[in-house]
């Protein structure tokens, strides 16, 4: 009886850490500043990316107070492989490879918004689109690979692989919608997105996501449409 009783409460702990679901109209939650709490996603694909677009929803009280992690994918050559980071100065920086752009915002985000970012090794071209608004084309990184085996962040920003967390650059707050291509989708797709369709992601999908969730989040309905 004691053995059933442990392994009940293994398989309690394992549910509560890890899961495979379909996310749609779920959000991550984190209610409060940390270097513990985030959420750790694995990608369905694992293979070097020469082009890639990320999607995602997010809603904070931050953004006029400091700066703060959106999206962070670290490989073992390249802890920003992948970075999306919101700064208190109006603006965000997209990195790949540990090269860096900057995006000026005219406005403080202060409701849910919505972000896509895709960049392709070929050109070094880079798209940013907030609610579904593109930004001026910039160039980054051109025949860059970002790196396999990736460790995908969610809450935090990663100064080395899986881990090294900074308490003032976590998020707090709501993400969700995150969804990621291999491949940079065109005008009209990231518009199909912004209003609600998925495409059919195959890096990420939120209707089908893998993830660990750790510290303090929580999974609750999104509060925007």
């Given amino acids: 009886m004691e053995k059933l009783l442990w392994c009940l409460l293994i398989m309690i702990s394992f549910s509560r850490t890890f899961g495979h679901e379909d996310m749609f109209k779920k959000a991550f939650v984190f209610p ?17 990316l ?22 962070s994918y670290a490989t ?18 997209f990195g790949v490879g540990g090269a860096e752009v900057r995006f000026m915002v005219s406005e403080i ?8 970012a895709s960049w392709e090794s070929a050109t070094g071209i880079v798209e ?3 609610d579904g608004k593109p930004k001026v084309r910039k160039s980054l990184h051109k025949g860059y690979t970002v790196g396999p085996d990736a460790s ?4 935090q920003e990663q100064d080395s692989y899986g881990g090294d967390f900074d308490a003032k650059q976590s998020l707090v707050g709501d993400i969700g919608d995150v969804n990621m291509w291999d491949f940079v989708l065109s005008p009209e797709q ?3 997105v912004y209003v609600g369709g998925t495409l059919s992601p195959n ?15 929580f999974i609750k309905p999104q509060l925007w449409s």
């Fill in 128 to 130: 940013f689109w907030i």
């Fill in 32 to 48: 409060k500043e940390s270097d513990t709490s985030y959420v750790s996603l694995e990608a369905e694909s694992k293979k070097p």
């Fill in 152 to 155: 995908i962040i969610l809450g």
């Fill in 109 to 116: 985000p202060e409701a849910p918004t919505h972000i896509c």
């Fill in 76 to 93: 073992k050559k390249n802890s920003n492989d992948i970075l999306i980071f919101w700064n208190k100065d109006k603006q965000y920086t």
């Fill in 190 to 192: 990231i518009n199909t």
């Fill in 203 to 217: 890096v990420l999908n939120w209707r089908a996501l893998n993830y660990k969730a750790q510290g303090d989040v």
């Fill in 50 to 71: 020469n082009t890639f677009t990320v999607c995602l929803h997010f809603y904070t009280a931050l953004s006029t107070v400091r700066s703060f992690s959106v999206f």
